[in-house]
């Protein structure tokens, strides 16, 4: 079956500490991974991909295929980064979404 | 436009009633797609359409919801004899291409059915 799972339905840190979101997936193919990001009041949008293998307002995200996972990271998070993000993977022409998870990151 | 537009912003319906949610799409994009977001759950895929025709349906839960996209652009999601449990936020997306370019979303509907 097809999924996404993000086991953390909220994960509170403080400024300047590390940061990582995580993200398992199940497909049988091979898998194209994205993160997207969702503000406060703001509509979803793509945060990054792992086929670009770039980096974004600093988070990073490899992908890991023997642990079919694909964590977000981020060395030093900043209030900013307070937002829910969203795992997806492309299955055919769909996004299959994770549940989210909640970053707060507090001062 | 600026974005994918999506109308109305909110909208609440009586159980039974027949609903109407239009997704403008950003101009010169091709494929279009509808998601739907239960509280606390992640984006789910219903519709994807490329040019006017739904490439892949199977995402829509059942006969009631059926959506269309007649010229190719502006695309209207329609749910008839709305139950409670349809109650969610109806997101549109669209894209220059169908895998590897970046869907572009909008602010979604949210559907209350009381």
């Known amino acids: 079956a097809q999924r996404v799972t993000q086991p953390e339905k909220l994960l509170s840190v403080f400024k300047g500490a590390p940061v990582e979101l995580k993200c398992n997936y199940s497909?049988?193919?091979?898998?194209?991974l994205f993160w997207y990001v969702q503000y406060s009041r703001q509509r979803l949008q793509l945060l990054l991909r792992?086929?670009s293998r770039e980096s974004i307002k600093g988070f990073t995200a490899d992908l890991n295929k023997g642990e079919t996972s694909f964590h977000l990271k981020k060395p030093f998070a900043q209030e900013e980064d307070s937002a829910m993000y969203y795992c997806a993977l492309q299955a055919g022409t769909a996004l299959i979404f994770g549940k989210g998870t909640t970053l707060s990151v507090s001062s | 436009g600026a974005g994918v537009s999506q109308t109305p912003s909110n909208k609440v319906t009586e159980k039974g009633k027949y609903v109407e949610l239009r997704c403008d799409p950003i101009s010169g994009h091709t494929a279009l797609y509808w998601y739907r977001q239960s509280l606390g759950q992640g984006p789910e895929f219903l519709i994807y359409f490329q040019g006017t025709g739904a490439a892949d349906d199977s995402g829509l839960p059942n006969d009631r919801f059926f959506a269309v996209r007649p010229e190719g652009s502006v695309s209207t999601l329609k749910i008839q004899r709305t139950e409670r449990g349809d109650s969610a936020v109806y997101l549109c997306a669209s894209s220059l291409g169908a895998r590897n370019t970046e869907a572009f979303f909008g602010q979604g509907t949210r559907l209350t059915v009381v």
């Open positions: 792992h086929i």
């Open positions: 497909y049988s193919g091979s898998p194209e």
